[in-house]
């Protein structure tokens, strides 16, 4: 059974600092979902990586995929109050099924 | 449409009721799925379409659930006999293919049972 594990779970952190959010899973995984939530809405999509090495950028966000480790980042630089929420990564399994496995999210909050 | 829309928003029910809760995913897209998200969780898988049959609902709870998408297109996500512990934000997603470009997300529909 795939395992997704975020850490940390809680985040505080002030403007302008950086940061890194960690995604470890636990099978074989080729393709990699990063979402964001912000309290009381849906899910909004930030990055999809799709290989061993790839890395996405937007803005002072930037995610990147290690399948040998089993292992997605996201890296925040230069915080800012309006990235506050919570982000989630999900993995797709290798094996048949179609369905994405969620980590439990990390909540990130940027003080001024 | 533009995006993913569910239908009710808020659902309120007493126990035991049926509820049926609705997905109008983006036009064309053939797969379509179901989460499940509890408070400070993670969306949960429950159901995956692709076209009109439903390819994988390993992700139902138990026989209370049911999810039908007849033509293809809309979603219709049924519990029977809802209890408590069903209360939770229902999403819906849909996605071009086998969502290798992404999945959209519906706003979902929070529904709490009294």
């Known amino acids: 059974e795939l395992k997704v594990e975020q850490n940390p779970l809680f985040l505080s952190m002030q403007e302008g600092k950086n940061y890194t959010i960690y995604c470890n899973y636990s099978t074989t995984s080729d393709r990699l979902y990063w979402y964001r939530q912000d309290p009381g809405k849906s899910l909004e999509s930030l990055f999809v990586?799709?290989?061993?090495?790839a890395v996405k950028q937007e803005g002072r966000l930037m995610a990147s995929l290690d399948t040998k480790a089993r292992l997605s980042t996201l890296h925040i630089t230069a915080a800012v109050h309006d990235l506050s929420a919570t982000y989630f990564c999900a993995v797709y399994s290798n094996f048949g099924n179609e369905k994405l496995t969620f980590g439990t999210g990390t909540r990130l909050t940027i003080i001024p | 449409g533009a995006g993913v829309s569910q239908t009710p928003s808020n659902k309120v029910t007493e126990k035991g009721k049926y509820v049926e809760l609705r997905c109008d995913p983006i036009s064309g897209h053939t797969a379509l799925y179901w989460y499940r998200q509890s408070l400070g969780q993670g969306p949960e898988f429950l159901i995956y379409?692709?076209?009109?049959?439903?390819?994988?609902d390993s992700g139902l709870p138990n026989d209370r659930f049911f999810a039908v998408r007849p033509e293809g297109s809309v979603s219709t996500l049924k519990i029977q006999r809802t209890e408590r512990g069903d209360s939770a934000v229902y999403l819906c997603a849909s996605s071009l293919g086998s969502g290798v470009w992404g999945y959209t997300f519906g706003s979902g529909t929070r529904l709490t049972v009294v």
């Open positions: 379409f692709q076209g009109t049959g439903a390819a994988d």
């Open positions: 990586l799709l290989s061993n090495g």
